[in-house]
Structures are given as structure tokens and as C-alpha cells.
């Protein structure tokens, strides 16, 4: 009898514990890319397509706009590669996607629904090991 009171006030208070985790606000993470554009991680979505399990990594890039008229491709690119290799890759779980797409929005959009008033790029890899290979889709 003792050790269930015990064996439930243990679960009362790590599910306490749980639910105090959960209204803790999460301060924004800013993460450093190449050119020196604050980004921050959105969110991450994973689905199957008809290639196999993806892994999309969301980033929000508040001055993407401005950056996208002073980058080229090759510097936009590395700030992609740059998160795949620092960011995803070591959030990656099991089973292990057999792509990842980084993709860059100056605000959130919901996922799969195209906004003509925000600025977005992405760009997809193969993870390799410790490397992210370019995909052309």
C-alpha cells in the first residue's frame, strides 16, 4: 500500500512536472548562416512522398527579402547547407529520412500552402553521413 502512494505521488509530480514544461515559454533560438541573416528555427514536418521519408525543416529568415536581392545563388545555398549540416542533421531520428529539404520563409506560412506576399526558398539534400548532398528535385 505504501509503495503504490509512492509509486503515484512519483507519477503526480513528474506529470506535473510535464505539464509545468509544456507553458514554459521557449526562447527562439537565432542560428548563424554564412551571411550573417538572422534565421530561426520554425518547425519540422515529416511525410512520405513517393521518394521515400522527408524530413522538412522550417526556418524563419525575417530579413529574407533584402538578403535575396544582395546573395547569389552559391551564397543563398550554403546558408541552406549550412543549417541542413548544423541544425538537421543532428535532429535526425529513426527511421532516418532519405532527404531533407531546408526551406527559408520571411514569415510563418502554414506547410503546403503557397503565400505571394512572403518571400520563401528551399532547397533539398541527402543526408551522408555528417554531409548534406545536394537533391535536384
Known sequence: MIARRIAS????????????????????EVLTVPSGQPVEFFETVMDQPAMGLTARFRFLA????????????????ADLSALCVSYALPRLGTPAP????????????????????????????????????????
Open 9 to 28: 505521488a512519483a507519477l503526480a509530480s513528474v506529470v506535473g512536472f510535464a505539464a509545468l514544461a509544456e507553458l514554459t515559454p521557449i526562447e527562439a
Open 62 to 77: 525575417p530579413e529574407l527579402p533584402r538578403y535575396l536581392e544582395q546573395l547569389t545563388y552559391q551564397e543563398l545555398e
Open 98 to 137: 532519405s532527404m531533407i529539404v531546408i526551406s527559408l520563409s520571411e514569415a510563418p506560412t502554414a506547410f503546403g500552402s503557397p503565400d505571394p506576399e512572403v518571400a520563401q526558398v528551399f532547397e533539398a539534400y541527402r543526408p551522408a553521413g555528417d554531409v548534406c548532398e545536394w537533391e535536384a528535385f
